[in-house]
């Protein structure tokens, strides 16, 4: 907390006052006593004298009265909120320091007391939800833990046992394992032997098939020959058989030289001696004629013979040439059929390598089974061993999770004391004692497009915390985009399901006629954060006090800048009542400030790179410019802006809500002040009225609750850091 000497001087100014109009007024008492005693007023000449001193003290007293009344009016203030916080109230506004006036360090410390206890709370809220699902989570887990634990201790003992056997049955795998290891080594020495067996029988018709194919090419060649023999003596049985004509000529013309030697012999016969040298002419022709037919005759014999000869060599080459023929089928099928052996074989051999090769890596995986068995047989046994260890640790993990039992109880217990504390303190609206008869189901809407509404979130939970045994089921519904229409659907969807209640934010006009429709249905509706403008049928509402809040900003404004000074105004949408009621206000109380001006409006706090571009072009136009109002969620952007042009010891900003980032923002000096108006009561407290509201038939006492209103300043920011 800054607690600076120039700062505490400024604000002991009450007190200074009443010091001094106590002495002024001592001194002309004394003065006007000691004056009547001395007779110094005896004299007509001084009594007028008398007169205007009696007067001053009766002005001074006046003013001493009126001054200690307001000193005590003040202390009234400190004594009204001290006695709330003394009842454990918290839910109470600021203690403003214009209504404190010479108590200004004693309001700003109980101020940051309240704020630091409601920050304490609010924050031992939050960690209540979480701290409480922890250990629902850790309960759960412990007994799950504590179900698995002790069913493995039972598990452990039947896998001692079952590890025992196991090691026997190792034992008797690992000789199975030896007699396979020797079979298979036999296996591999005989496929051995086969392989090369097949690998000779490869060889064998590999060279059968080359002999066959020269066979086959002399069978062939042979064939070749027979038939050319063949069509030889055909040719030849042709000659003969012309032969055999050209004889039978002969035959006819010995027959003629016979006939014309006859006739020679005649006509010598008849010329007598001159026809002498004719008869041995005729003789010889006789004789030729007959020689010559004797001839031929034996010539058509060997003829015959040759041709006898030569039909039957004809036939025996023709069968030759047809058993030839069939050979060549034959050894044509014979071939193919060594050529599928040969092929065969040569695939058996390759299939006996593999197999070969598969059978040695099988021997020797065989060789490696039986070595790792051995380890495994030695690992079985010394898990055998360890698990009788296991199971004696998890008896001891099972005593120790009991014992953590007892510890999360023994937690579980303190955390219902911190929650019975806290509730010493009223910081916001309790549930009524009564439980609901029946199942409740309540409706909460909201957006989560900005960290505030995470504070609103967090009010949410605890909330569902503080109703967890209450019979009543809350449903959050947070979006992030389209938000407008995504809480509008998610309201049509409330009221058709039959929520008992629904809880919105009033910045969706499109709900008015969604209201009047839940209303005729019986299912009644709380407005939070923002309210409609005009006129519906909802229960209530709960939120800031616009009004309240912007006439506060234009106070802490004139404050930061001494009251004097150019200022715009940065808000979002005038259609949405907030910022206009925000607007509205703050020009209001500004205008009864004449030293401050307004400069410029401009309609970008709902944009942040907007606010951020609007905010420069401001302080470039108006180098004199002392304040910024930032009505919407975008305030950050423009203290970056007043950060970057080197405004942060000129201009300041002033605007609604906060969270880390703002804070470091109030420290540098730039954001003079930022107002919250309770996120976290935003959710809870709707909640609770409504269930209230539910279970008793009564509505709250006020149709409008408002929420506290808290100031960040760089009096309180590092409290809060």
Not at 73 to 86: I, P, R, W, Y
């Amino acid at each position: 907390m800054n607690k600076s000497n120039s700062h505490s001087s400024s604000n002991n100014s009450t007190k200074t006052l009443i010091y001094l109009l106590v002495s002024l007024l001592f001194l002309l008492l004394f003065f006007t006593i000691s004056a009547s005693l001395f007779g110094f007023f005896s004299s007509p000449a001084t009594k007028p004298l008398l007169v205007v001193l009696v007067a001053v003290e009766l002005l001074v007293t006046i003013a001493l009265f009126l001054t200690l009344m307001k000193f005590f009016k003040s202390v009234d203030t400190v004594n009204q909120q001290a006695e709330m916080l003394a009842n454990g109230e918290l839910n109470i506004s600021d203690i403003l320091p214009e209504n404190a006036r010479g108590l200004e360090i004693l309001v700003r410390a109980f101020n940051d007391m309240k704020s630091n206890l409601l920050s304490f709370i609010e924050l031992t809220k939050t960690n209540i939800i979480t701290i409480s699902d922890a250990i629902d989570n850790l309960s759960k887990s412990m007994e799950n833990s504590y179900l698995g634990n002790e069913q493995i201790a039972t598990s452990m003992g039947n896998v001692a046992e079952k590890a025992q056997e196991q090691s026997k049955l190792m034992g008797d795998t690992m000789a199975k394992i030896d007699e396979v290891g020797n079979s298979i080594e036999n296996i591999t020495n005989s496929i051995e032997k086969v392989e090369k067996s097949v690998e000779n029988t490869v060889y064998a018709t590999t060279a059968g098939v080359q002999h066959l194919d020269e066979y086959y090419e002399q069978v062939n060649i042979i064939s070749d020959n027979l038939n050319s023999t063949s069509e030889y003596i055909k040719k030849l049985n042709k000659d003969i058989t012309q032969i055999d004509q050209i004889g039978k000529f002969i035959i006819q013309i010995s027959e003629q030289l016979k006939l014309l030697g006859l006739n020679a012999s005649v006509e010598a016969a008849k010329a007598g001696d001159s026809g002498k040298g004719f008869s041995v002419v005729a003789h010889e022709m006789n004789l030729l004629s007959t020689a010559t037919k004797e001839s031929i005759g034996q010539i058509n014999n060997i003829l015959k013979n040759i041709d006898r000869s030569s039909s039957f060599v004809s036939n025996s080459i023709n069968s030759c040439v047809d058993s030839y023929s069939t050979s060549k089928e034959i050894f044509k099928s014979i071939k193919e059929s060594f050529e599928i052996i040969n092929n065969s074989a040569s695939l058996l051999e390759i299939d006996m390598k593999k197999v070969y090769s598969d059978v040695s890596l099988i021997n020797e995986s065989t060789h490696d089974i039986s070595q790792k068995s051995y380890l495994l047989y030695q690992a079985s046994d010394e898990i055998s061993n360890k698990t009788q260890e296991v199971a004696a640790v998890t008896q001891e993990e099972l005593a120790e999770l009991e014992e953590i039992n007892n510890y999360t109880s023994s937690l579980k217990t303190m955390l219902t004391g911190i929650e019975n504390l806290v509730k010493r303190f009223r910081t916001s609206v309790v549930p009524v004692e009564k439980d609901s008869p029946k199942q409740l189901r309540i409706t909460f809407i909201g957006p989560l497009d900005h960290e505030f509404w995470y504070g609103v979130r967090q009010g949410v939970l605890y909330a569902k915390k503080v109703l967890s045994e209450r019979n009543v089921v809350i449903d959050y519904l947070g979006f992030k985009q389209d938000v407008g229409p995504q809480i509008k659907k998610a309201v049509q969807e409330a009221i058709q399901n039959g929520s008992d209640g629904i809880i919105t934010p009033g910045f969706v006009p499109e709900l008015i006629p969604m209201i009047e429709s839940a209303h005729n249905k019986g299912i009644p509706f709380m407005i939070y954060n923002c309210d409609f403008p005009e006129k519906t049928k909802r229960i209530a509402y709960f939120g800031p006090n616009v009004d309240s809040a912007g006439t506060l900003a234009a106070r802490l404004m004139a404050k930061a800048i001494d009251g004097k000074g150019d200022v715009v105004l940065l808000t979002g949408g005038l259609d949405a009542i907030v910022h206009k009621t925000r607007r509205e206000t703050i020009l209001a109380e500004l205008k009864k400030n004449r030293g401050i001006k307004v400069f410029g409006e401009a309609r970008c706090a709902d944009n942040p790179e907007q606010t951020y571009i609007t905010t420069k072009d401001f302080l470039r136009k108006n180098s004199n410019l002392r304040g910024i109002f930032v009505t919407g969620g975008t305030m950050a952007a423009a203290a970056k802006a007043v950060e970057e042009l080197g405004f942060s010891e000129k201009t300041f900003v002033v605007c609604f809500d906060y969270n880390k980032e703002i804070y470091e923002y109030v420290r540098k000096g730039i954001i003079a002040a930022a107002i919250g108006q309770d996120p976290f009561g935003q959710g809870h407290d709707p909640i609770v009225y409504l269930y209230n509201m539910l279970v008793t038939g009564k509505k709250p006492e006020n149709e409008i609750i408002w929420t506290r209103l808290e100031v960040v300043d760089k009096y309180n920011v590092d409290d809060l850091v």
